[in-house]
């Protein structure tokens, strides 16, 4: 059997380099607090929680895996991130400001489109 990652095109490359990187700068600024002290998370406690190993882990950050969709929405949730803002890193090249969060009233839909 092939290698996945061989058959995947420019662009879906560039998507999972850029959901690595949101993970691994999401990871190391977010905080937990256990017994009065802040611990970072790790990837160990990231992995727990989406039920692989840290090896999982450490091959979503570095661009060797794919994160399937519902371990996608297991991080987001993690993390305190809308879904939604998947859109931004599979239409940017690098990940930026991808927590803030867009004002806008409740039925702004801030869809954002490619260019054809």
């Known amino acids: 059997m092939k290698n996945l990652k061989n058959n995947l095109s420019e662009r879906d490359t560039l998507i999972n380099k850029n959901l690595g990187d949101w993970l691994r700068k999401e990871r190391k600024k977010?905080?937990?607090e256990?017994?009065?002290k802040k611990?970072?998370?790790t990837q160990s406690m990231v992995a727990k929680?989406?039920?692989?190993t840290f090896q999982q882990v450490q091959k979503y950050e570095r661009d060797d895996n794919t994160i399937p969709i519902f371990r996608w929405f297991a991080l987001c949730d993690m993390f305190n991130v809308q879904p939604n803002t998947v859109k931004?890193?599979?239409?940017?090249?690098?990940?930026?400001?991808?927590?803030?969060?867009?004002?806008?009233?409740?039925?702004?839909?801030?869809?954002?489109?490619?260019k054809e």
Request: proline share 5%; net charge negative; aromatic share 4%.
């Open 30 to 32: 977010s905080y937990i």
């Open 34 to 36: 256990v017994d009065g």
């Open 39 to 41: 611990k970072p998370i």
């Open 49 to 52: 929680k989406l039920g692989v």
């Open 88 to 114: 931004e890193l599979v239409t940017s090249e690098e990940v930026i400001n991808i927590t803030e969060t867009k004002t806008g009233d409740s039925n702004d839909n801030n869809d954002v489109y490619p």
